[in-house]
């Protein structure tokens, strides 16, 4: 069902209506208000046996297995997993970084396209779905919320977002750990230009606190391959400085920067059980985003 | 270097260009709004060794690849070693040439000699480099000799070899004077020689003037030494010396004394000499242990019918330089040993009487004791040797002395009782000094001369000679013998040969010469000896200015034997016997010829401190050429230049296609 009136830019009803087959679902059990179709870590009344119990006065009779009495003279009680809602927590990179863009998407366009899709995708499977702007600290947030109109609100703050000031993903990844206590799917949409180490710690709080944590990692297409003929002047878009290179001289040494953070953000996210993806802004998002929900339906069933 | 085309250099500024466009390029830089400074910063961190230095390193093989064409395009030419020397298109090219004997040399047997290998490099060298004129000079009075091209240089009679040795001064200061004559431009002077000492003379007190004089020359004057100094390896040399005729009744016979010498100690070798005299060869073994074997007073048999004057020669097989190998003399029945005595002292006129009337070999020795004021009716035409004991002559007396000694003469002077101020041949007595003990003569020349050492070797007993009183000598002098305070007691005068002063007299009174008979009787009968070369109907005579005058002074020069190539201009310049009229003059290299000296290579560079002077070294029989064009090496460089800096600028394609694939979706990592 597609509350929303307004025609969002970002929004691509086929690419929804196609990424729609694929439910999403969470790597974790979830602790939901309401039933759902993700799994939670209580027992419940679905039609999923999951074990026998010992009865102890109070429990109720009518959950008493006569065949398991009739079988061993001793009373158990029947028990069957629940089934519940998710909340999906998405964690929009806002900071000017997020505005570049070599000629194609900017990375905050693509990241409004995968959170926007990814909030409609939660929110038709009933789940509750909140948004945190972030920069230098939370710029904007929505708790999750299940009701379609909270999604407007949520693609009213997607709208809105205007990429400013520098990152620090870390200390804010830590905030939300703190304040968000039920479990969630936290959703990073960012280019994660920080310290792979700081970001190990921020992953690992966010697991502490049983979050299912996915990154998506925004990577334009220039900034990979740093293809310069001329010398340029690079204005920090973060508000640093600006440094001057002649790409003949400087070429080589940033290929190893580069592959030396990517290669220690492949380790953190590894430790960290993030379910991380690489996407450079020229790939299809529903590329993307299929990959993503496919990659979660395979792992149904963990609890 | 040297260019053909060094109007070309004035493109040399555009080496820059490669940096100028990379200034330019800097300037033109463009401003991007960029996201991963922190990829910026780290790469800006990383050590920059290795990229920096490629970096420069491109830029320095472009500008070395526009150097080199625009080098290539001004045609450069090498110099052998002194590539490097500046220098560019001479006006003039003044070509001396070293002719003697010892530039006859060959590296190898059949091979190319010093003097045609020095001519042909010099002619390909000289078309090389286009000179504007050409000239040759290779005898200091005939001057330079211009040549048509210089290809001439090697088909030039006048340059070929010759058996007098180079005079390098007298050679340099006839170029020296082309130029300052002709107002020549910018003129290179080519020296091609073996360095030896006795052709340069490094001591000859011309070397300074002329030195001073090329340097004040207004216009470019470039010196280039073409040097040869490698000695011939094995080379051995042959001479004759003291060849007489000897007559045992109706038996004839000649003998000669044979001197076998190398330039340096080797192995034991027998040399086969060989003796040709009228058409009748002999030959005879000699043993050379050490550098030098002489045969001495070897012995000839002459046919009783063969005529009492003639020729012949001394040869030994060829080896690495065949101009020393063979060797020319002369013979005749002696003319008597006349001498004249003047002598206002009886006493030592009757001790030089007796002295010079005992010849060594029985030989007629006639005396004539001319009495002051009967010089003009002495038979000035018969005599060896005048031995004069006064005053110096002056007037006619002094006319008729000069005249006996222009001829060939000899004079041994002995001090007078009371000395004049008269000089003759530029010397004069000074004061009779008498020691209180008698002296001793305190040195002595013993390797030439008169005083030289007896043929067997040992020294004149001068040292054994009282000296009771000595008179002072003054003027150009060669010492033969010093006394203790450095005073001259027997020396020759520099302007004469012929002429010799004692400063003291044969008398008893004044010295024991009387006493010790030995070392006035050599002194006296060599002297009549170097008087009586002349005075025959055979004579010997040393190739160049001294062989020269005497054909110059002969009507009828007329070649007997000898290189049959000499052009006739040359007379006395070439080794041979030769027929002056009704006498015979055998024509030989210079003794010092035989000698290996070469004068250092620094002696050289002081020669012409100073002026801009350069070596070249080459070898007998060297092909390759001293000049030439080297373009092609220059565009190889620039080939390479090239390829290096493309393979320096590969790893910027290895890094797009690095980028290229770092960009592929690497999610699956996680």
């Known amino acids: 069902m597609f509350t929303d009136r307004q025609p969002r830019s970002f929004l691509d009803p086929a690419v929804l209506a196609r990424l729609a087959a694929v439910p999403l679902l969470a790597r974790r059990p979830m602790v939901g208000t309401v039933s759902g179709r993700h799994a939670s870590p209580h027992r419940g009344s679905s039609v999923e046996f999951a074990e026998y119990r010992k009865y102890v006065p ?132 960012s280019d994660l230009f920080c310290e792979p180490e700081a970001l190990a710690t921020a992953f690992s709080h966010l697991r502490f606190r049983r979050h299912d944590v996915a990154a998506f990692h925004l990577l334009d297409p220039q900034e990979l391959a740093f293809q310069f003929q001329r010398p340029t002047r690079f204005l920090d878009m973060e508000g640093g400085g600006a440094i001057f290179a002649d790409p003949v001289d400087i070429t080589d040494r940033y290929h190893a920067a580069l592959e030396a953070y990517l290669d220690s953000l492949r380790r953190v996210v590894l430790e960290s059980a993030v379910d991380y993806h690489r996407v450079v802004t020229d790939q299809p998002y529903e590329q993307v985003l299929a990959r993503f929900l496919v990659g979660r339906a395979a792992g149904r069933g963990l609890r | 270097m040297t260019f053909l085309q060094p109007w070309m250099l004035v493109a040399l500024p555009l080496v820059a260009l490669p940096l100028i466009i990379h200034l330019i390029n800097q300037r033109r830089f463009q401003t991007v709004r960029w996201a991963a400074m922190q990829f910026l910063l780290a790469a800006k961190a990383l050590s920059r060794g290795y990229s920096r230095l490629r970096h420069w390193l491109i830029m320095a093989l472009r500008m070395l690849a526009v150097a080199a064409v625009i080098l290539a395009v001004g045609r450069p030419l090498s110099r052998g070693w002194l590539a490097l020397a500046g220098g560019g298109r001479p006006d003039s090219a003044i070509v001396i040439l070293d002719r003697s004997p010892s530039m006859q040399a060959v590296a190898a047997a059949g091979g190319e000699s010093k003097l045609d290998t020095g001519r042909r490099q010099l002619a390909e060298s000289l078309a090389t480099l286009r000179a504007g004129r050409v000239l040759v000079v290779s005898d200091p009075a005939k001057g330079p000799e211009e040549v048509a091209s210089p290809e001439a240089i090697v088909e030039l009679a006048t340059a070929g070899p ?62 280039q030494l073409l040097s040869y100094a490698a000695p011939a390896k094995g080379n051995v040399a042959i001479r004759a010396s003291n060849v007489r005729l000897e007559s045992l009744g109706r038996d004839r016979r000649l003998v000669v004394t044979v001197a076998v010498s190398r330039q340096a100690d080797g192995e034991r070798a027998t040399i086969p000499v060989k003796f040709e005299i009228g058409g009748v060869s002999t030959a005879v073994n000699v043993d050379l242990t050490g550098r030098e074997a002489v045969l001495k007073n070897h012995v000839i048999p002459l046919e009783p019918s063969a005529a009492a004057r003639g020729w012949g020669r001394v040869s030994i097989p060829a080896d690495a330089d065949t101009a020393d ?23 030592a006129g009757r001790v030089l009487e007796l002295v010079a009337a005992i010849a060594p070999d029985k030989a007629a020795s006639p005396v004539d004791l001319v009495p002051p004021g009967g010089l003009a009716a002495a038979a000035w035409d018969q005599a060896a040797v005048l031995f004069w004991q006064g005053p110096l002559p002056e007037g006619r007396d002094a006319e008729l002395v000069q005249a006996f000694l222009d001829r060939g003469g000899q004079a041994v002077f002995f001090a007078p009782d009371r000395p004049t101020a008269t000089e003759f041949v530029g010397c004069a007595w000074g004061e009779w000094t008498a020691p209180p003990k008698p002296a001793t003569a305190e040195s002595w020349r013993t390797d030439q001369d008169l005083l030289a050492n007896t043929l067997a070797g040992s020294a004149l007993p001068l040292g054994d000679v009282e000296i009771r009183r000595s008179c002072g000598l003054s003027g150009d002098l060669v010492p033969l013998a010093s006394l203790p305070a450095g005073t001259p007691l027997v020396a020759r005068a520099s302007r004469s040969e012929g002429v010799t002063f004692v400063a003291t007299t044969p008398a008893p009174r004044d010295s024991s010469f009387a006493a010790e008979g030995v070392v006035l009787y050599a002194l006296v009968q060599r002297s009549i000896d170097r008087g009586l070369a002349v005075l025959g109907g055979a004579r010997q005579a040393d190739a160049g200015p001294a062989a020269s005058e005497i054909a110059k002074a002969c009507g009828d020069w007329t070649r007997l034997a000898g290189p049959a190539a000499a052009p006739s201009t040359e007379s006395g310049l070439h080794a041979g016997v030769f027929s002056c009229g009704d006498r015979l003059v055998a024509v030989n290299r210079p003794a010092a010829e035989d000698a290996a000296l070469a004068v250092a290579d620094d002696r050289i560079d002081g020669l012409f401190r100073g002026l801009s002077f350069q070596r070249i070294t080459g070898t007998a029989g060297d092909t390759d050429s001293l000049v030439q064009e080297i373009w092609r090496a220059f565009l190889i460089a620039m080939l390479l230049a090239l390829a290096a800096e493309g393979l320096l600028s590969l790893p910027r394609a290895a890094a797009a296609d690095r980028a290229a694939k770092t960009s592929r979706p690497l999610e699956a990592a996680a």
């Not at chain 1, 990241?111 to 702007?133: H, K, M, N, T």
């Open chain 1, 58 to 189: 109070g429990d109720d009779l009518r959950r008493l297995d006569w065949r398991a009495f009739g079988r061993s003279d001793r009373h158990y009680v029947k028990e069957y997993e629940a089934d519940t809602n998710l909340r999906l927590y998405l964690v929009l990179d806002t900071s000017g970084s997020m505005e570049f863009s070599s000629g194609g998407v900017s990375k905050i366009e693509y990241a409004r396209r995968i959170s926007g899709a990814l909030g409609y995708l939660a929110s038709q499977q009933g789940d509750a779905v909140g948004i945190s702007c972030v920069a230098d600290g939370i710029v904007r947030t929505l708790p999750p919320r299940r009701s379609p109109a909270h999604l407007r609100l949520v693609f009213d703050v997607l709208e809105e977002a205007k990429p400013a000031g520098p990152t620090r993903l870390p200390e804010v990844l830590h905030e939300i750990a703190e304040t968000t206590r039920q479990r969630a799917v936290v959703a990073i949409v």
């Open chain 2, 162 to 223: 010759v058996a007098a040795a180079a005079d390098l001064p007298a050679l340099l200061q006839s170029g020296y004077d082309f130029i300052r004559e002709n107002a020549a431009g910018t003129t290179e002077i080519w020296i091609c020689s073996d360095q030896r000492a006795n052709d340069w003379k490094p001591d000859d007190g011309a070397w300074a003037g002329i030195r001073d004089a090329l340097a004040k020359l207004p216009q470019q004057v470039r010196i």
């Open chain 2, 325 to 347: 190998n063979e060797f020319f003399f002369a013979y005749d029945a002696p003319p008597p040993r006349r001498s004249l005595i003047v002598a206002e002292d009886p006493a």
